[in-house]
């Protein structure tokens, strides 16, 4: 199994930057499929971004492409999600995610992990 836990959220003002961070515990990051997602209040839980393992690609939302970087640290064992240009609409609780599939397509859906951290609130002021 794989422990996660997400930190680095906050309140900021649009057009801020945050850095969320995913630190993986039990297991080695490297080989695990790494997804963020997110969820606003009455909101169902939403694909932001996913980091294949192995080399394999990145994908996100269109709403935060250009906006929103994924990256990883194996020596760390910790995967960011990197935030600029933050607007309202990114508010949310954030959390990350975790699989050992090396998925071929983008792995946007909930079930698609079998391991979620506790999430970090982002709230983005206008």
């Known amino acids: 199994q794989v422990q996660l836990v997400e930190s680095g959220g906050g309140l900021v003002q649009a057009g801020d930057s945050l850095r969320l961070s995913c630190a993986a515990s039990?297991?080695?990051?490297?080989?695990?499929?790494i997804g963020w997602f997110r969820q606003a209040p009455g909101k169902e839980r939403e694909f932001v971004a996913a980091?294949?393992?192995?080399?394999?690609?990145?994908y996100y939302k269109d709403s935060v492409k250009g906006r929103f970087t994924i990256s990883r640290v194996n020596a760390k064992n910790t995967v960011y999600l990197q935030m600029n240009s933050l607007k309202p609409d990114d508010t949310a609780i954030y959390y990350c995610?975790?699989?050992?599939?090396?998925?071929?397509?983008?792995?946007?859906?909930?079930?698609?992990?079998?391991?979620w951290g506790q999430g970090t609130q982002v709230t983005v002021s206008s």
């Open positions: 995610a975790a699989d050992s599939k090396r998925f071929l397509g983008v792995p946007g859906r909930t079930n698609d992990y079998a391991y």
């Open positions: 980091s294949i393992w192995g080399g394999g690609s990145t």
């Open positions: 039990g297991r080695m990051v490297s080989r695990y499929t």
